[in-house]
Each structure stands twice: as structure tokens, then as C-alpha cells.
């Protein structure tokens, strides 16, 4: 763990996360969770992806490894056809792309550290905001 993201969390997003989702309706989606280049291919000239960490939750999650999945423009336009954007997505994502961020920090080492603390400062000061 790294005490300065536990800090942030614990007394500057968690306790006020809820407000990042006011007014959003959250439904419960089977998610890939580990979506990313190396997990897709093709299996009879069609494109396939592979070897989930599965999951049910809000389907924006699946936007948290978007910072290393590789997928082209094309690919996330597609995604918005079927499923479009809801308000104040922008602003919840630092906090799917944290999770991950945390994730790989814990599995991989220090690269990911600051990257991870940039994701949850964005969501606090997000948050400030919404106070003001």
C-alpha cells in the first residue's frame, strides 16, 4: 500500500464518493476487467478477447484500462454507439483508471505510483469543487 494514496482515499474521496454518481443510474454489467492488448486475438478470422478477470460492475469501469488497452479510436466510438456516455463520466474516470493504476502498482512495482496518486488527486479536487 502506499500511505498517501490510503490518506486521500480515507478523509478526501471516500467519504464523499456518492456525490460523483448523484443523478447517474448505476446497473449492474458483466465486465471484461482486464481489457487490454495482450487479451485480444482473433479465433476464425473474428476478434476475440480472452482470459477475463469478470466482474459485475458499472460498465464505465471497463474504461479504467483504456490508458493501456491499445484499442484505436474506432473500437471506443463503437462502444459509445451502444453504450453513450453518461454525465459526469469525465469526471469518475480518474477513479476506474485509479483502480487499475493501484492494481498494477501492487502486481508491477513503482511506475504506476504517481500515476495512481494523479488519478485520486483529480478525483478530490473533483469533489472539492462540487462543495463550492
Same mark, same amino acid.
Given at each position: 500500500g502506499d500511505s498517501y494514496c490510503e490518506g486521500l482515499w480515507r478523509s478526501g474521496i471516500q467519504p464523499r464518493l456518492t456525490k460523483l454518481f448523484e443523478g447517474v443510474q448505476v446497473r449492474p454489467? *458483466? *465486465?471484461h476487467g482486464d481489457l487490454w492488448s495482450g487479451n485480444i486475438g482473433s479465433a476464425d478470422g473474428k476478434p476475440t478477447i480472452y482470459d477475463p478477470a469478470v466482474y459485475w460492475g458499472h460498465h464505465e469501469a471497463e474504461w479504467g484500462m483504456s490508458w493501456c488497452a491499445s484499442f484505436g479510436t474506432a473500437f471506443w466510438e463503437g462502444y459509445r454507439e451502444i453504450i453513450p456516455e453518461d454525465v459526469g463520466f469525465r469526471e $469518475? $474516470?480518474?477513479l476506474? !483508471?485509479?483502480?487499475h493504476m493501484l492494481n498494477h502498482y501492487n502486481l508491477f512495482?513503482?511506475?504506476? *505510483?504517481n500515476s495512481a496518486r494523479g488519478c485520486l488527486e483529480k478525483i478530490k479536487k473533483? *469533489? !472539492?469543487q462540487m462543495e463550492k
Amino acid at each position: 500500500g502506499d500511505s498517501y494514496c490510503e490518506g486521500l482515499w480515507r478523509s478526501g474521496i471516500q467519504p464523499r464518493l456518492t456525490k460523483l454518481f448523484e443523478g447517474v443510474q448505476v446497473r449492474p454489467s *458483466l *465486465l471484461h476487467g482486464d481489457l487490454w492488448s495482450g487479451n485480444i486475438g482473433s479465433a476464425d478470422g473474428k476478434p476475440t478477447i480472452y482470459d477475463p478477470a469478470v466482474y459485475w460492475g458499472h460498465h464505465e469501469a471497463e474504461w479504467g484500462m483504456s490508458w493501456c488497452a491499445s484499442f484505436g479510436t474506432a473500437f471506443w466510438e463503437g462502444y459509445r454507439e451502444i453504450i453513450p456516455e453518461d454525465v459526469g463520466f469525465r469526471e $469518475r $474516470r480518474p477513479l476506474y !483508471d485509479a483502480y487499475h493504476m493501484l492494481n498494477h502498482y501492487n502486481l508491477f512495482g513503482g511506475q504506476y *505510483l504517481n500515476s495512481a496518486r494523479g488519478c485520486l488527486e483529480k478525483i478530490k479536487k473533483t *469533489l !472539492d469543487q462540487m462543495e463550492k
